[in-house]
T-cell receptor, first 116, second 115 residues
Framework: GAGVSQSPSNKVTEKGKDVELRCDPI?????LYWYRQSLGQGLEFLIY????????KSGLPSDRFSAERTGGSVSTLTIQRTQQEDSAVYLC??????????????FGPGTRLTVL | AQKVTQAQTEISVVEKEDVTLDCVYE???????LFWYKQPPSGELVFLIR??????QNEISGRYSWNFQKSTSSFNFTITASQVVDSAVYFC????????????FGTGTQLKVEL
């Protein structure tokens, strides 16, 4: 079946602009995650959605970052007033969690964000 | 807090050599899961294996094998008879039950397999 898809694959923006990154999880997966991969920080957890529960936002680096998940499927990560340090690859993952916290996470190809 | 250490930043081998990628983890939890992911140049993280803390049996899948030792908190990955297509960055990761579903990743090991 289809894997996790993300769009756009690349995004170049100017400092101060807002950006939206999209993630389509594997069909039927109830859990969705966002991670960030940057040279200086490695792979970092950002946010986690599970079904209709309140998301775990503990990894979001600042209030300029937000995410939503509509209809329990597609998710959008929004970064407001982008800064150069936001430049990174943003990875989305999903898992077929029925509540287990340790189900395998399957990753999408990522969105490479460059802030000029 | 959890931590995963991959001390090898980069390894270069010649095709057909065996290579072992090291992973050492730290956690106070007794129930946890360990993972290996492969990130080829295309950038997508590809799941390779998952192992829970109660199962210390080693696993072999084709040319890949994994050695899990709780006594040394290690979960090492060996590629036998390496091939150029194995060239990638390999990440070891840890997740604990009740830990908010967050994967804690190591910094990755860049493997280069040359002809």
């Amino acid at each position: 079946g289809a894997g996790v898809s993300q769009s756009p694959s690349n995004k170049v923006t100017e400092k101060g602009k807002d950006v939206e990154l999209r993630c389509d999880p594997i069909s039927g997966h109830t859990a969705l995650y966002w991670y960030r991969q940057s040279l200086g920080q490695g792979l970092e957890f950002l946010i986690y959605f599970q079904g209709n529960s309140a998301p775990d936002k503990s990894g979001l680096p600042s209030d300029r970052f937000s995410a939503e998940r509509t209809g329990g499927s597609v998710s959008t990560l929004t970064i407001q007033r982008t800064q150069q340090e936001d430049s990174a690859v943003y990875l989305c993952a999903s898992s077929s969690s029925a509540g287990a916290s340790t189900d395998t996470q399957y990753f999408g190809p990522g969105t490479r964000l460059t802030v000029l | 807090a959890q931590k995963v250490t991959q001390a090898q930043t980069e390894i270069s081998v010649v095709e057909k050599e065996d290579v072992t990628l090291d992973c050492v983890y730290e956690t106070r939890d007794t129930t946890y899961y360990l993972f290996w992911y492969k990130q080829p140049p295309s950038g997508e993280l590809v799941f390779l294996i998952r192992r829970n803390s109660f199962d210390e049996q080693n696993e072999i899948s084709g040319r890949y094998s994994w050695n899990f030792q709780k006594s040394t908190s290690s979960f090492n990955f060996t590629i036998t008879a390496s091939q150029v297509v194995d060239s990638a960055v390999y990440f070891c990761a840890l997740i604990i039950t009740g830990g908010g579903n967050k994967l804690t990743f190591g910094t990755g090991t860049q493997l280069k397999v040359e002809l």
